[in-house]
């Protein structure tokens, strides 16, 4: 048993909260200097290229990438042999949140869904919690902005649309965000499980470092496809016409019951901002 | 690529020459406003009383900026989806606002408002905030200060960088975009 203290976990959300907003990831970084290579667009590659001094810019006057410092959603795998002490755990991911908008000069983007009155503090924070073996927390921190996140979806679809069935909803789904989530974009495709759970994958799935493949070569052709698919549809940097609409494509699945086929589509836009610590 | 350089008020004459996919830097005066503000324009023109700021000639920008921090004019400082204004746009346009920055489609009335008094869409890059908060030199709040993040705010930038979308000609470079590199 190893005892961790809430003040601990307070300020790595903190900081990770203001660094994923700021510092765009090495891995995000190489992947946008191989697509300027691979954008076959004039206009496209001066967008993409504007995205990579944009990063530059934003490392160097500490200020976001994007305005849009997202709501704060927060991934935790809690080693089932951790005590947690001081505060109530899901307090403490709130104040961390609080104390990251606030000191790192985040937008607040959370607000009531009728009254639409801001909340103020960018809280509450979306939180998934994971119980794993081990003595260890891994804290993921990925805010998520509203452009992007508005072209997600969820379909229960019948077990014999298959993986055509598939392919047509994330296709559809790219095509009605066309410009709006600020391609290029990365798909998350969360397969199988129930309702919820085929959302929670698909959100997991985002989080898959870029390139990385689907364990299972089944998933991974799928991956492979969707990618090329979804780089035909023309849309490209920005919605301004190209051939790099999407970074890439990962799907994570599991099984579901036999009479359903539960698929998520989550979209996530250039500014992917994902940051981890282990406690 | 070629850069066209451009100054508000945008005239006439400079209008005529920007086609969809241009890329423009940007250098004067530029409006900011979103919904609350635009809702609070048209209920302020259906009372026949005068909006607080002359939109005749001036470009208005969608955008809600992330804090400034100490020291800095402006925080990032992207575009937001701009058909949250569609309802709203042709009524300015026909008062003379010759500009719009933001992101996304329009819809069919403002693309044909845009051709018939003469005006633009520009798009700035969604998600550059840092880069887009560079080019802005000044910052000053004109008015609707109550709408706090939605207030109207007086930006002075400088070499802004922007594409053409919608141009009087009735081109769209979304649609040309796609038509293409879809293959
Ligand atoms: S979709 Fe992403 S990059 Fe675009 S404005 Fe929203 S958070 Fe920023």
Redesign the interface.
Known sequence: MREIHTDEIISTIERLFIDANINLSDEMLERLNKAVEEE?????K??IR??I???Q??KN?????????GLAVTFLEIGQDVHIVGLNLEDAIAEGVRRGYKNG???KSCCDPFTRKNTGDNTPPTIHTKIVPGEHIRIVVLPK?G?SENYGEVRMLVPSDGKEGVKSFVLEMVKKG???P?PPIIVGVGIGGNFEMSAILSKEALMMPMGERNKDPEMAKLELELLEEIN?????P??????VTALDVHIKSMPCHIASLPVAVNIQ???HRKKEAIL | ?EIKVITTPLDDEVIKGLRA?D?VFLTGFIYTARDAAHKRFIETLEKNEPLPIDIKGQIIYY???????PG?VI????P??S?RMDAYSPKLLSLGLKGMIG???RSQAVKEAISKYNAVYF?A???????L??SVISSEIVAYEDLG?EAIVKLGVDKM?L?V?NDIYGND??E????????
């Open positions: 076959k667009s004039p206009v496209g001066e967008v504007e995205l001094s944009n990063a810019i934003a006057e500490q200020i976001p990438i994007c305005q849009d410092t000069y985040l937008r902005g452009g066309g410009p709006n600020c035909r549809t023309g849309i490209g920005q919605g301004y016409g190209g051939t836009c250039h500014a | 690529m996919g890329k955008c809600g900026p992330s804090p400034a921090p800095k925080g990032a400082c992207g937001t989806t058909s992101k996304g489609k798009g890059t969604g998600g550059a905030g840092a880069l908060s560079k993040p960088p594409f979308i470079l979304y040309m975009g796609i038509a293409q590199y879809k293959f």
